[in-house]
């Protein structure tokens, strides 16, 4: 393949794509082959199909790390690639749905990825019991930063965590990440659908988009949700992505232990003794019930990609 060059995938657009070859050249394209899933984030090799005039991205260069998913059938798939940091985003309003959050620094921690809170919109107040909340994954060893746009509060904190890195924005709808992306990168346009016309005409609307950051390294603006589950053959399947579970499991009795109901297990004890937030520890008990709804709603031939 001697007329392939490499690229980066900054923006996907369905199974549109933006590219950016090693000159800084941005070029639409499209996956070759419907095996092929790529994301935000990817490493590519691609070549130019002078027959149609377009980019077709031919294949994937192996991921660094990446945040997978499980769809209800319990199918992985991933988000975004070759991450360092993950930014969780949440606000005072809408009001923080606090297992989403747990389950994406769950995917974070159990790919290897850097986990950061980003508690936005600060200017409404941070009422006291999300608060006490934050205090628990601080104790856990999650580190939180406050931001306001309006307010201009937090914004140095948030670039200096995102220097030199490649972090991506996820959280619930509302929680302003399209506005902390606009207060950082002025310039940027984080609807840039117009760039690709789906076949029917209808603009397409922007999954995920790479952003270079004014201090080095990039920024990936995602979708919010509603919901998420994280990729289930991708957990530690001891903790979950959990740390204060890792920390414990080893002074449980079995090695093999759940931390549901089994005799002398270290992570139970130390919810009814207080040394593990009881609200982290039914956000596990809910994960570890998910993960099982989704092994068996996948089957034993189906979900790794």
Not at 87 to 92: D, E, G, S, T
Not at 132 to 154: H, M, N
Request: hydrophobic share 40%; net charge neutral; glycine share 10%.
């Amino acid at each position: 393949m001697n007329d392939t060059f490499d690229a980066r995938v900054i923006a996907t657009f369905g199974r549109h794509l933006l590219v950016r070859e090693a000159s800084g050249k941005e070029l639409k394209a499209r996956p070759f082959g419907r095996g092929l899933t790529v994301v935000c984030g990817d490493n590519v090799k691609c070549r130019i199909d002078p027959r149609h005039d377009e980019v077709h991205v031919l294949e994937l260069i192996p991921r660094r790390t990446a945040l997978y998913r499980s769809n209800v059938r319990g199918v992985t798939e991933p988000v975004v690639a070759n991450l360092s940091q993950l930014l969780v985003v949440l606000a005072p309003n809408p009001v923080p749905d606090l297992f989403v959050v747990d389950r994406y620094l769950a995917a974070a921690a159990s790919g290897g990825i850097a986990g950061t809170l980003i508690v936005n919109k600060t200017e409404l107040g941070i009422g006291d019991e999300l608060r006490t909340q934050l205090d628990v994954f601080t104790a856990a060893g999650y580190r939180w930063i406050p931001c306001s746009v309006r307010a201009g509060e937090g914004i140095e904190a948030l670039l200096d965590v995102c220097a030199g890195q490649v972090a991506a924005l996820v959280g619930q709808s509302g929680v302003g990440k399209s506005s902390l992306v606009h207060y950082l990168i002025p310039n940027a346009e984080v609807e840039i659908g117009e760039l690709v016309r789906e076949e029917e005409g209808r603009h397409t609307t922007t999954a995920s988009k790479l952003f270079d950051l004014p201090r080095g390294g990039h920024l990936i603006d995602s979708p919010g949700v509603r919901d998420f589950a994280p990729a289930i053959d991708r957990l530690d399947s001891r903790s979950l992505g959990f740390v204060e579970v890792e920390r414990l499991a080893p002074g449980c009795r079995f090695a093999d232990c759940r931390h549901m109901r089994e005799p002398g297990c270290a992570v139970q004890a130390a919810t009814h003794s207080g040394d593990m937030n009881p609200r982290r520890y039914e956000s596990y008990r809910r994960l570890r019930r998910l993960h099982e709804e989704l092994t068996a709603a996948r089957g034993p031939e189906r979900g790794r990609r």
